[in-house]
Each structure stands twice: as C-alpha cells, then as structure tokens.
C-alpha cells in the first residue's frame, strides 16, 4: 500500500510560480513511477507529469511542457511538481499517483494509488 499527501496548492496571480509536495508512505516508494492528474471544474481528469522510479525518465502534456518540471527525492518519499508562468487555464485540483509502471502513464484507470489532491487556483 501507498498513501499520498499532497501539499504547496493555493491562489496564485497568472505568471507566478507554485512548487507542489507530493509525501508518500511505504517501504517501496523508490520502486513506484509517480506523477500529478489534475482536474478542472467541469471537465475530466487530465494527466499533467510522470517520472519514472529512478527519476531518469519523465514526461509531460504538451499543455504544461516547458514550464512545469517534476522531480523526485526517493531519500524522502516525496515527489514535487514545479510550476512556472502559471495560467489561469491550470486552475485545478491536482492529484498525486503512483503506479508499478512508468509506461502508460497518462491513462487515469491504470494508476494505482491516488493522493486527495490538493487545489491550485491561477487568477488573471
């Protein structure tokens, strides 16, 4: 089992910048890809980031690439997703995950642990 606990949402002005934490419980953190759904009033749950288990691989949606990054610290069992020249557009409750595999990443109804997400609101 994996817990996940998101933290670092909040309101930010357009074009600023938030860092957001992802803390994981469980022996086998390291050997877990992870990543950050997110979801928007009214539409459905987007993939955002995924890195891989040893942080060598990531991968992101064209929407964010380039100005979101994600990285991991395997030594704390956390995950981050930094997030510059924020867009209203991103407005979003995001999700932290897991999943035992790295391939695939994006499609929401393979991930195996989802956090309880954590809500990012960008004004214009």
């Known amino acids: 089992q994996v817990q996940l606990v998101e933290s670092g949402g909040g309101l930010v002005q357009a074009g600023g910048s938030l860092r957001l934490s992802c803390a994981a419980s469980g022996r086998t953190f390291s050997s877990y890809a992870m990543g950050w759904f997110r979801q928007a009033p009214g539409k459905e749950r987007e993939f955002v980031a995924a890195?891989?288990?040893?942080?060598?691989?990531?991968s992101y949606a064209d929407s964010v690439k380039g100005r979101f990054t994600i990285s991991r610290d395997n030594a704390k069992n956390t995950v981050y997703l930094q997030m510059n020249s924020l867009k209203p557009e991103d407005t979003a409750v995001y999700y932290c995950?897991?999943?035992?595999?790295?391939?695939?990443?994006?499609?929401?109804?393979?991930?195996?642990?989802w956090g309880q997400g954590t809500q990012v609101t960008v004004s214009s």
């Open positions: 890195i891989s288990w040893s942080g060598g691989r990531a």
């Open positions: 995950t897991a999943r035992n595999s790295y391939f695939d990443y994006a499609i929401a109804e393979v991930i195996d642990y």
